[in-house]
């Protein structure tokens, strides 16, 4: 220290010192200590050295063999590995030995052939397990199949070459997702083909129209008894289903059965409800449809129906008696109900009528008396308020045929039958109408307006698909009606 320089110079100077250090410079301030910056460094050491530390290797061994590694072992085996190609050189050789060149690609070969004959031999013998495995998984299920299907031998033989007779029940190849319904079905089919080599008559409609009633589902019973009804034709000929479209005659004949399947139904129909409550419909009498009709209008208190009109018949309307056993079918009761009501005009001309009608092959009235009936019934019948008067008239003179009667077809096979009774299947010069009156209803306008201008929407077909089945079957469209059931 020089001494010059006072105690008040050298603060100065150090003041100076720290004032640089904080206000700039290259290097930031390190705040550690002594023992601080030899603990970093000895880290940085054992970083950059390359030696591991011991203490790691045992720390290492220490896990690997409470685990049951045996690590000595290991090492062994990693260290044994060769990471050299499988096909090279058995044994070295310089490039100029050709002898051993040539021993080593001989023996290389070798090795070659013999890898591909045992990778050949395992994928042939792979594939031979599959082919049996299912072999035996097929010949499981068909045991199972005919096990289903009732008594029979315990395993189906399935012959090696086309044979005419068949000993198996079914033969059903592949897998099948059909339930018990489905079995059934598949059954009948198969003994139908079986009847049919043997030269056997057999009718698939009647074979599932008897397992049907077996069915839960009573509306799939229901169906198969319309099918079979439309197909229960006396004389019918061997083409008719496929000139039903231009033959009035085949035409006729299927709405016959039509109007025969709805009177049947409703006739049961009548007879459940008169027998769910026999004390309030008061059945007697001699049985048939007269008595069981006069009991229905009973429980209907048909009576009681304002604005009917010729009088009463065993305490029931006469036109809602001669209605209600026309709906059933039967003519007969219906001309006795009108015989009982004799002192009435309109009913002395109706007897006359409905005993030409059911006398009648197609039951229609002759050209002469449909065309009288007519303009009598366009004379007064437009005054009359009995509902069941103006549906009988309709009926009968096949007349007014636009009007629905929504007061006594109130269900969709009323209407379905009030329709069918009034087609007319001579459409032709010098028929029952006079051509361009409009007054006609045909079976093929019929067809349209319910397939057509009705369609799936309007009978909620895919919420009813058995009431859609019924409306297209009973109108005769057999190919819209496999094209509803399947969008069904």
């Known amino acids: 220290m020089s001494k010059n320089q006072s105690l008040a110079d050298l603060l100065q100077q150090a003041q100076q010192l720290t004032t640089d250090l904080q206000t700039g ?56 590995l060769n990471a050299a190609k499988t096909l090279e050189p058995i044994e070295p050789v310089v490039e100029t030995d050709i002898e051993g060149f040539l021993r080593n690609e001989h023996e290389n070969t070798l090795v070659t052939v013999i890898e591909q004959s045992r990778r050949l031999t395992f994928d042939e013998a792979e594939r031979h397990l599959w082919r049996s495995m299912e072999g035996e998984w097929q010949l499981e299920k068909e045991r199972i199949l005919n096990s289903l299907l009732g008594p029979g031998p315990d395993l189906m033989e399935v012959p090696s070459e086309p044979e005419v007779r068949r000993s198996s ?30 030269g056997h008559p057999h009718s698939l409609v009647t074979a599932f129209y008897d397992i049907s009633r077996n069915f839960v589902d009573k509306n799939i019973a229901e169906c198969w008894t ?54 309030l419909a008061q059945l007697g009498g001699v049985p048939g449809t007269y008595q069981l009709v006069r009991s229905y209008l009973n429980l209907k208190q048909a009576a009681m129906i304002p604005d009917l009109e010729d009088g009463l018949v065993d305490d029931q309307p006469v036109w809602a008696m001669v209605f209600y ?25 109706l007897a006359h009528c409905l005993q030409e009608y059911k006398n009648s092959d197609n039951l229609r009235l002759s050209p002469s008396s449909e065309a009288k009936f007519q303009v009598s019934y366009k004379r007064l019948m437009k005054s009359c308020k009995d509902p069941f008067k103006r549906a009988v008239h309709c009926v009968l003179g096949h007349c007014d045929v636009m009007n629905n009667h929504p ?11 009030l ?70």
């Open 419 to 488: 329709k069918l009774c009034q087609l007319n299947f001579d459409t032709t010069k010098g028929s029952h109408h006079s051509p361009g009156t409009g007054d006609q209803l045909t079976l093929t306008q019929l067809q349209h307006q319910l397939l057509e201008e009705y369609g799936e929407e309007h009978f909620n077909a895919h919420q009813q698909p058995y009431l859609y089945f019924q409306v297209l079957m009973l109108t005769i469209q057999f190919e819209a009606t496999s094209c509803g059931v399947c969008s069904s």
């Open 407 to 417: 007061d006594v077809c109130v269900k969709t096979d009323d209407y379905m039958w």
């Open 25 to 80: 410079g290259e290097l930031p301030r390190v705040h550690r200590n002594l023992q601080q910056i030899a603990e970093a460094g000895q880290r940085l050491l054992e970083k950059t050295s390359g030696f591991p530390d011991e203490s790691v290797d045992v720390k290492a061994s220490i896990l690997l063999g409470s685990r049951g590694f045996d690590v000595p072992k290991l090492t062994q085996k990693l260290d044994s």
């Open 226 to 279: 319309l099918v079979k009804t439309l197909l229960d034709v006396p004389i019918l000929p061997p083409d008719a289903y496929k000139h039903r479209s231009s033959s009035p005659s085949i035409q006729q004949q299927f709405v016959a059965q039509s109007r025969s399947y709805l009177e049947t139904r409703y006739r049961t129909y009548i007879q459940e409800t008169v027998y769910g409550s026999l004390s």
């Open 325 to 349: 056993c026309m709906r059933c079918g039967n003519l007969d009761d219906a001309l006795t109900a009108v015989s009982k009501a004799s002192a009435a005009p309109s009913c002395v001309e």
């Open 169 to 198: 029940p079914l033969s059903l190849q592949g897998r099948s997702a059909l339930d018990a319904v489905g079995m059934a079905y598949a059954r009948e089919v198969y003994v139908r083909n079986e009847s049919v080599l043997d």
